[in-house]
């Protein structure tokens, strides 16, 4: 086990600017255990006063090594380990793993199968906004936001329970569909949720939106122009609200976002106050598409035929040798797609969200790695933080939405 | 119910020190926040309203560990963040306890590779180990319950 | 490949020496580390891929020449293209040039491949790890170092790893 580092002053010596070294500026940790940072990030903020003049992140302390784990798996039982990434999107990790496979191998998904998984990662991108109106409401005091928006959430975990049986990480999207169908009591489900969620969004908008101390605290608050996001390479809704209409499931649109009429919901402004507001739209533009995906379900299978990679129902393993044969060598040695490198990107809450897989031509994959949106929207915050006050930088930390099991993978 | 009974005509109440002194503890018992990863996400699920932990006395989080008595580890540790973890629990005041949420806290859970700490029992003495990847609310309730229980049992003689 | 991403590469095909492989409508580009700076800086301003999705390495050991391949996954906005850069770096001398100058947030991407693989990058204004611990030994993403698991209690080992397993005391 390491010691724990006493940073010398000589280490950071170059990030930090000269006043700090002669004593005029307080270097002040940020440790990994602090109330208001969104899991366990490090900042070492140099102050003057109480003004930020530099944040810098340091990152790593939940370093889990899953690209290296990945690779010592096979393809079906890695996928277990995606859902633990981003921990707010596991659906849509999922998403993201499953849609690089079948590129890799080229594998069809029936129509049943990815209407159900649009409907099931709009619902998790809306739980996953929800806890983000909740903990960064939170950090600005208004603790009753956080109670609502956990209470629609609990609705959202209850629908993830009846198709897969976990409330979090379901695992519930596999190459080529999904794990089984759906049971009966799900449409009545989403179609209450459709049917009341419209209004809770109403109450915490009439809770936030116009009330003058969230917006003194918000408006004008780290500002980020068009440039600078993209040279730093962010993406969603950080990117949304500087201007930009860039949304992957509108121009690359997959598991067929094309048939869904929604809007991108963007803002020119770029500050804490603009990534709200485009938040907040887009959980309404998610229960659009949620609505109407619910309303043009069709029948059918939700799992691919193609027996090489997909196992085969268990009742014809009990009439047929080939089913018989390929459940085997499935379970034990795992389907072998071609050698190849793909990179597969969806939009998750975050950003975009990417995969690129490489195999070699083995049951495991060669490498796996993981484009998080998080790792590139965390390094325009010490360009948010400069020269605003420690309780900005708060109000800041919870609007660019990191999730730290995300950068640190 | 209770205190009536226990008062009769006296109006005085005879107990063990010990039992009032456990009686005091978990009924105001107050978790420090330490969530780590996925189990957080649970542990504060469990205490919003639909889950509510302020009902066993958990009203507050304390994020300072000066001020708190349970340490529930939510989360996987890495071998970057244990001797963090080591120095917040050193910093907590006696008498405190400590809950391994999730199979990442218990024994290392999905993750069995270098940069994952196999199980904090290996940073700090754990009291009570909850299983679940993550575990319900429910079951984070039912594991401090079992503490409570734990702590209600505990004697003087043998702490000293 | 689409008809746009098309006559991208064959620009480039022009002007630099390199070999494009086409997987599943994706263009695989591979570059040679002198010419990388010039490509990369030719296709943000010329050809407009504004933003850098991702900076990574993969590790082909026991092959030792070229032992990695770094890759730059490039991101075109105004286009809606996608382009991917593969620079092949020898087991002996694994450095590169730096693209901070280019590109911005390479510099956290860089560290990451430096902290995990070993490769150096000539320039970068703060190369030092990012994920592990600083003062960790090894670079864990390369094939020859180990996963580091520990061996799972069953009944009948219970007892030898118990012993072994290095218990916190008070």
Same mark, same amino acid.
């Given at each position: 086990m390491t010691q724990i580092q006493e940073m010398t002053l000589d280490e950071i010596r170059h990030l930090v600017s000269e006043n700090a070294i002669q004593g005029e500026t307080v270097v002040l940790n940020m440790g990994p255990q602090h109330p208001s940072t969104h899991g366990v990030l490090r900042l070492i903020v140099e102050l003057d006063g109480e003004v930020i003049v530099n944040a810098i992140p340091d990152i790593g302390f939940l370093h889990t090594g899953v690209e290296k784990n990945m690779e010592a798996k096979t393809y079906q039982k890695a996928e277990v380990m995606t859902d633990r990434l981003d921990y707010l999107n596991t659906m849509g990790n999922n998403l993201a793993y499953v849609m690089a496979i079948e590129k890799l191998i080229d594998l069809d998904v029936p129509p049943r199968a990815q209407a159900i998984r649009v409907i099931l990662t709009e619902l998790q991108r809306i739980a996953s906004h929800l806890v983000w109106i909740g903990t960064s409401a939170l950090d600005l005091a208004a603790m009753s936001v956080f109670l609502y928006a956990f209470r629609e959430r609990e609705m959202i975990l209850d629908i993830f329970e009846m198709c897969s049986g976990q409330r979090m990480m379901t695992t519930y999207f596999r190459p080529g569909g999904l794990w089984r169908d759906v049971p009966v009591e799900f449409e009545d489900a989403v179609r209450n949720f459709v049917r009341i969620f419209p209004r809770r969004v109403d109450e915490y908008e009439a809770l936030l939106t116009k009330n003058p101390l969230f917006l003194d605290r918000t408006v004008g608050i780290g500002k980020l122009t068009r440039e600078q996001a993209l040279q730093y390479g962010v993406t969603g809704p950080t990117l949304?609200?500087?201007?930009?209409?860039?949304?992957?499931?509108?121009?690359?649109?997959?598991?067929?976002?094309?048939?869904?009429?929604?809007?991108?919901?963007?803002?020119?402004?770029?500050?804490?106050?603009?990534?709200?507001?485009?938040?907040?739209?887009?959980?309404?533009?998610?229960?659009?598409?949620?609505?109407?995906?619910?309303?043009?379900?069709?029948?059918?299978?939700?799992?691919?035929?193609?027996?090489?990679?997909?196992?085969p129902p268990r009742s014809e393993i009990g009439v047929s040798m080939e089913a018989l044969i390929h459940h085997f060598k499935l379970w034990t040695e795992g389907f072998t797609p071609p050698k190849g490198a793909v990179y597969s990107a969806v939009e998750s809450p975050r950003g975009e969200l990417g995969v690129y897989l490489e195999s070699d031509g083995s049951p495991k994959p060669y490498r796996v790695h993981w484009r998080t949106p998080s790792f590139d929207n965390l390094q325009v915050l010490p360009i948010l933080a400069k020269g605003h006050l420690i309780a900005d930088l708060v109000a800041i930390i919870g609007s660019i939405d990191i999730v730290l099991g995300d950068i640190d993978r | 119910?209770?205190? +009536? #009974?226990?008062?009769?005509?006296?109006?005085?109440?005879?107990?063990?020190? +010990? #039992?009032?002194?456990?009686?005091?503890?978990?009924?105001?018992?107050?978790?420090?926040?330490?969530?780590l990863a996925c189990c957080a996400i649970e542990m504060m699920a469990a205490q919003a309203s639909h889950y509510d932990m302020s009902r066993f006395g958990m009203e507050l989080m304390r994020a300072s560990p000066r001020q708190s008595d349970l340490m529930i580890v939510a989360g996987r540790v890495t071998r970057k963040m244990a001797p963090v973890l080591r120095r917040l629990y050193d910093q907590m005041p006696e008498p405190k306890w400590v809950i391994a949420m999730g199979d990442c806290a218990s024994c290392g859970g999905v993750f069995n590779n270098y940069a994952i700490v196999q199980g904090v029992d290996e940073v700090v003495p754990v009291d009570v180990y909850i299983a679940g990847c993550p575990p319900r609310p429910e079951a984070l309730i039912?594991?401090?319950?079992?503490?409570?229980?734990?702590?209600?049992g505990e004697k003087f003689i043998s702490k000293a | 490949m689409e008809a746009k991403l098309q006559s991208v590469v064959q620009r480039l095909q022009e002007r630099f020496p390199l070999q494009v492989e086409e997987f599943r409508g994706e263009a695989h580009v591979f570059v040679q580390a002198e010419h990388l700076l010039h490509l990369l800086e030719f296709l943000k301003t010329q050809e407009g891929f504004e933003m850098l999705s991702t900076v990574t390495a993969v590790d082909y050991w026991p092959q030792q020449q070229p032992r990695f391949h770094v890759i730059y996954q490039l991101l075109?906005?105004?286009?809606?293209?996608?382009?991917?850069?593969?620079?092949?770096?020898?087991?002996?001398?694994?450095?590169?040039?730096?693209?901070?100058?280019?590109?911005?947030?390479?510099?956290?991407?860089e560290r990451e491949v430096w902290d995990m693989f070993g490769i150096r990058f000539q320039g970068h204004p703060d190369l030092r790890r990012i994920l592990m611990p600083q003062d960790w030994q090894g670079h864990p993403l390369r094939k020859d170092y180990p996963l580091g698991y520990e061996e799972p209690q069953f009944t009948f080992n219970f007892e030898e790893i118990n012993q072994r397993k290095p218990y916190a005391k008070e």
């Amino acid at each position: 086990m390491t010691q724990i580092q006493e940073m010398t002053l000589d280490e950071i010596r170059h990030l930090v600017s000269e006043n700090a070294i002669q004593g005029e500026t307080v270097v002040l940790n940020m440790g990994p255990q602090h109330p208001s940072t969104h899991g366990v990030l490090r900042l070492i903020v140099e102050l003057d006063g109480e003004v930020i003049v530099n944040a810098i992140p340091d990152i790593g302390f939940l370093h889990t090594g899953v690209e290296k784990n990945m690779e010592a798996k096979t393809y079906q039982k890695a996928e277990v380990m995606t859902d633990r990434l981003d921990y707010l999107n596991t659906m849509g990790n999922n998403l993201a793993y499953v849609m690089a496979i079948e590129k890799l191998i080229d594998l069809d998904v029936p129509p049943r199968a990815q209407a159900i998984r649009v409907i099931l990662t709009e619902l998790q991108r809306i739980a996953s906004h929800l806890v983000w109106i909740g903990t960064s409401a939170l950090d600005l005091a208004a603790m009753s936001v956080f109670l609502y928006a956990f209470r629609e959430r609990e609705m959202i975990l209850d629908i993830f329970e009846m198709c897969s049986g976990q409330r979090m990480m379901t695992t519930y999207f596999r190459p080529g569909g999904l794990w089984r169908d759906v049971p009966v009591e799900f449409e009545d489900a989403v179609r209450n949720f459709v049917r009341i969620f419209p209004r809770r969004v109403d109450e915490y908008e009439a809770l936030l939106t116009k009330n003058p101390l969230f917006l003194d605290r918000t408006v004008g608050i780290g500002k980020l122009t068009r440039e600078q996001a993209l040279q730093y390479g962010v993406t969603g809704p950080t990117l949304r609200a500087s201007g930009v209409a860039w949304d992957l499931r509108k121009v690359s649109p997959y598991m067929g976002y094309e048939q869904y009429d929604f809007n991108i919901p963007t803002h020119t402004a770029g500050d804490v106050y603009a990534r709200y507001l485009v938040r907040v739209q887009e959980m309404r533009e998610s229960l659009k598409i949620v609505q109407q995906a619910l309303a043009k379900l069709p029948y059918g299978p939700v799992r691919s035929n193609n027996r090489k990679y997909v196992p085969p129902p268990r009742s014809e393993i009990g009439v047929s040798m080939e089913a018989l044969i390929h459940h085997f060598k499935l379970w034990t040695e795992g389907f072998t797609p071609p050698k190849g490198a793909v990179y597969s990107a969806v939009e998750s809450p975050r950003g975009e969200l990417g995969v690129y897989l490489e195999s070699d031509g083995s049951p495991k994959p060669y490498r796996v790695h993981w484009r998080t949106p998080s790792f590139d929207n965390l390094q325009v915050l010490p360009i948010l933080a400069k020269g605003h006050l420690i309780a900005d930088l708060v109000a800041i930390i919870g609007s660019i939405d990191i999730v730290l099991g995300d950068i640190d993978r | 119910m209770g205190i +009536e #009974q226990k008062l009769g005509n006296m109006g005085v109440v005879t107990t063990t020190l +010990e #039992q009032a002194v456990n009686w005091a503890r978990t009924n105001a018992m107050w978790p420090m926040l330490f969530g780590l990863a996925c189990c957080a996400i649970e542990m504060m699920a469990a205490q919003a309203s639909h889950y509510d932990m302020s009902r066993f006395g958990m009203e507050l989080m304390r994020a300072s560990p000066r001020q708190s008595d349970l340490m529930i580890v939510a989360g996987r540790v890495t071998r970057k963040m244990a001797p963090v973890l080591r120095r917040l629990y050193d910093q907590m005041p006696e008498p405190k306890w400590v809950i391994a949420m999730g199979d990442c806290a218990s024994c290392g859970g999905v993750f069995n590779n270098y940069a994952i700490v196999q199980g904090v029992d290996e940073v700090v003495p754990v009291d009570v180990y909850i299983a679940g990847c993550p575990p319900r609310p429910e079951a984070l309730i039912h594991g401090i319950i079992t503490l409570h229980e734990k702590v209600r049992g505990e004697k003087f003689i043998s702490k000293a | 490949m689409e008809a746009k991403l098309q006559s991208v590469v064959q620009r480039l095909q022009e002007r630099f020496p390199l070999q494009v492989e086409e997987f599943r409508g994706e263009a695989h580009v591979f570059v040679q580390a002198e010419h990388l700076l010039h490509l990369l800086e030719f296709l943000k301003t010329q050809e407009g891929f504004e933003m850098l999705s991702t900076v990574t390495a993969v590790d082909y050991w026991p092959q030792q020449q070229p032992r990695f391949h770094v890759i730059y996954q490039l991101l075109s906005l105004q286009h809606n293209l996608r382009l991917q850069v593969r620079v092949p770096v020898n087991a002996t001398e694994p450095v590169l040039p730096t693209i901070t100058s280019i590109y911005a947030n390479a510099s956290w991407r860089e560290r990451e491949v430096w902290d995990m693989f070993g490769i150096r990058f000539q320039g970068h204004p703060d190369l030092r790890r990012i994920l592990m611990p600083q003062d960790w030994q090894g670079h864990p993403l390369r094939k020859d170092y180990p996963l580091g698991y520990e061996e799972p209690q069953f009944t009948f080992n219970f007892e030898e790893i118990n012993q072994r397993k290095p218990y916190a005391k008070e």
